[in-house]
Every structure is written in structure tokens, then in C-alpha cells.
């Protein structure tokens, strides 16, 4: 079992910043990756970021150029700076991590999510 404890979340208005942070009860390196997933009312979630252990990290289009997602692995934490905030961008903001499994399909570990909420 792999705990994913978020914080960070809050209210900030248009153009702001915040900087979530997951920290997880093992060794982010033992994962396979760590990502950040978001959620708003009515809607699917969705990838925000994934930051792998080996390869470059990734981004949805929508937050390109303006979210960086960055770790520290001696904290085992991974982080999401996010930079000029959009309304669009509320949402609750998941972490999760995939564990190998020695197989082929990995486990699927979720936070508890924080809330996000840009005002306009």
C-alpha cells in the first residue's frame, strides 16, 4: 500500500500561483511514475502532468508553459508549481503513482485530492 498525502490547494485569483505537494510513504523511486490529475464538477478527470522515474515529464496542452511538475526524491515528494491560474483550472487536483507489480500491469495509488479554485 502506497500513501499519497496532497496539500497545497486553495483559493487564489486569476494570474496567481500555488504549488501543490504529494508526499509519498515510499521511495518515489521505486515508482514507476507520479502524476497529477484534475477534476471539475460534471466533468472527467484528466492528466494534468506525469513526471516519470527514467524519460522526459509530460503535459496536457492546456497547462504547457505555465504548470511545471518537479521531485524531490530524498523528500519523496513530488510537487506542481502552477503558474498564471485560469478559472478553467479549478478543479480538485489528484497525485497518483503507478507501482510495478513485476508484471505487466501496475498499480494504480490516488490521493486524496485538494481543491483548487481560481477566481476570475
Known amino acids: 500500500q502506497v500513501q499519497l498525502v496532497e496539500s497545497g490547494g486553495g483559493l487564489v485569483q486569476a494570474g496567481g500561483s500555488l504549488r501543490l505537494s504529494c508526499a509519498a510513504s515510499?521511495?518515489?523511486?521505486?515508482?514507476?511514475?507520479m502524476g497529477w490529475y484534475r477534476q471539475a464538477p460534471g466533468k472527467q478527470r484528466e492528466l494534468v502532468a506525469v513526471?516519470?522515474?527514467?524519460?522526459?515529464?509530460n503535459y496536457a496542452d492546456s497547462v504547457k508553459g505555465r504548470f511545471t511538475v518537479s521531485r524531490d526524491n530524498a523528500k519523496n515528494t513530488v510537487y506542481l508549481q502552477m503558474n498564471s491560474l485560469k478559472p478553467e483550472d479549478t478543479a480538485v487536483y489528484y497525485c497518483?503513482?503507478?507501482?510495478?507489480?513485476?508484471?505487466?500491469?501496475?498499480?494504480?495509488?490516488w490521493g486524496q485530492g485538494t481543491q483548487v479554485t481560481v477566481s476570475s
Open positions: 515510499i521511495s518515489i523511486l521505486s515508482l514507476d511514475s
Open positions: 497518483n503513482a503507478l507501482m510495478p507489480t513485476g508484471g505487466s500491469t501496475r498499480f494504480n495509488y
Open positions: 513526471i516519470p522515474r527514467r524519460g522526459s515529464t
